[in-house]
């Protein structure tokens, strides 16, 4: 019970309402903390979602351009269906999240985490 005193003294608390003032300041002060926190999270999970994004596109864009200028795009297309899908998901996700002056820009990105 003495140390509790002495720390209210501390920290020239006096009364009850005044250490129900301060524990009310401490857990506003708690939660708007872990609302930051939370924001941060989420905006590290978003820009890691992007970065994800702009590296398939980058990545699988010759093998789309190729499909789209190929002769033979049925046969193209069977051989790269995977890359062509993953391309478009990628281009899909990235057409209403990001500028295409961006794409190319992945370390911008990674600055901003």
Same mark, same amino acid.
């Given at each position: 019970m003495a140390?509790?005193?002495? @720390?209210? *003294?501390?920290?020239?608390?006096?009364?009850?309402?005044? @250490? /129900?003032? *301060?524990?009310?300041?401490?857990?506003l002060e708690l939660?708007?903390? *872990?609302?930051?926190?939370?924001? #941060?999270? +989420?905006?590290?999970a978003s820009t890691s979602l992007k970065i994800k994004n702009i590296e398939t596109y980058n990545r699988l864009?010759? #093998? /789309?351009? *190729?499909?789209?200028?190929s002769k033979d795009k049925e046969s193209f297309y069977k051989a790269h269906t995977d890359e062509i899908i993953l391309f478009e998901a990628s281009k899909k996700a990235l057409e209403d +999240?990001?500028?295409?002056?961006?794409? &190319? +820009? &992945?370390p911008v990105l990674k600055k901003r985490i």
């Amino acid at each position: 019970m003495a140390k509790t005193l002495n @720390l209210m *003294a501390i920290h020239q608390i006096n009364s009850r309402d005044e @250490l /129900y003032d *301060a524990i009310g300041k401490g857990n506003l002060e708690l939660t708007n903390m *872990a609302t930051n926190i939370k924001n #941060i999270e +989420s905006n590290i999970a978003s820009t890691s979602l992007k970065i994800k994004n702009i590296e398939t596109y980058n990545r699988l864009k010759p #093998i /789309y351009d *190729a499909w789209q200028m190929s002769k033979d795009k049925e046969s193209f297309y069977k051989a790269h269906t995977d890359e062509i899908i993953l391309f478009e998901a990628s281009k899909k996700a990235l057409e209403d +999240s990001i500028s295409q002056d961006l794409l &190319v +820009s &992945v370390p911008v990105l990674k600055k901003r985490i």
